[in-house]
């Protein structure tokens, strides 16, 4: 069955530093992968996708993401956080075929200090 | 209509009581979901329709929970006897085979 792990429940960095948010997934065939982002109060948001093609996929915000099929893995990052990025983050993977729902990690909330 | 609507916004009932929650999809999106949000649990999966296929419904967590999909548009989430477990954001998303999801701003569901 397909899973997607988020290792950080909460991480804090400051304004101006990079970040890297973790994601693990668990998929028996070539997965799609997504990043959305939920602000407080607002509705999810997508910021990227990876279907096929360049593993390290541009979104929106200057995030960017990379597919890494060895190690399960889809990482988000960004350079340079601004206070406006504290959100909470998802991961999911879906397949394919679209046939099959996608699933979601459990999230990771940023916080960005001054 | 631009996004997926979703109503009401906020919900309070009685335990105890069915409720109903509606979902308008962004038109021409074959597939619509349902997930449920709560606090720290991240979303998860109730429900999913494709075309005229028949559902997905291996996340619905009861069977007081239920869903429908009338003329491939509108779906409906009812929620019978509700319980304060249930008290959660219930998103709807929409989307065509292998594009991303389009989410609703949800509806909080509050059972007292």
């Known amino acids: 069955a397909q899973s997607v792990t988020q290792p950080d429940i909460h991480i804090t960095v400051s304004e101006g530093a990079s970040l890297e948010l973790r994601c693990n997934y668990s998929y028996g065939a070539t997965p799609y992968l997504f990043w959305y982002v939920q602000s407080p109060g607002q509705g999810l948001q997508l910021l990227l996708k990876?279907?096929?093609?360049?593993?390290l996929v541009q979104g929106i915000k200057g995030f960017e993401a990379e597919f890494k099929r060895s190690q399960s893995s889809f990482n988000l990052r960004k350079p340079s956080v601004h206070w406006s990025d504290a959100a909470e983050y998802f991961c999911a993977v879906g397949s394919n075929s679209g046939n099959t729902p996608l699933v979601f990690g459990k999230g990771t909330r940023l916080s960005v200090i001054a | 209509g631009a996004g997926v609507s979703q109503s009401p916004s906020n919900k309070v009932t009685e335990k105890g009581k069915d409720v109903e929650l509606r979902c308008d999809p962004i038109?021409?999106?074959?597939?619509l979901y349902w997930y449920r949000q709560s606090l720290g649990q991240g979303l998860e999966f109730l429900i999913y329709f494709q075309g005229n296929s028949a559902p997905d419904k291996s996340g619905l967590p009861s069977d007081r929970f239920s869903a429908e999909r009338t003329g491939g548009s509108v779906s409906t989430l009812t929620i019978q006897r509700t319980q304060q477990e249930d008290s959660a954001v219930y998103l709807c998303?929409?989307?065509?085979?292998?594009?991303?999801?389009?989410f609703g701003n949800g509806t909080r569901l509050t059972v007292t």
């Open positions: 990876y279907f096929s093609g360049d593993t």
């Open positions: 998303a929409s989307n065509d085979p292998v594009s991303p999801l389009h």
């Open positions: 038109s021409g999106h074959t597939a």
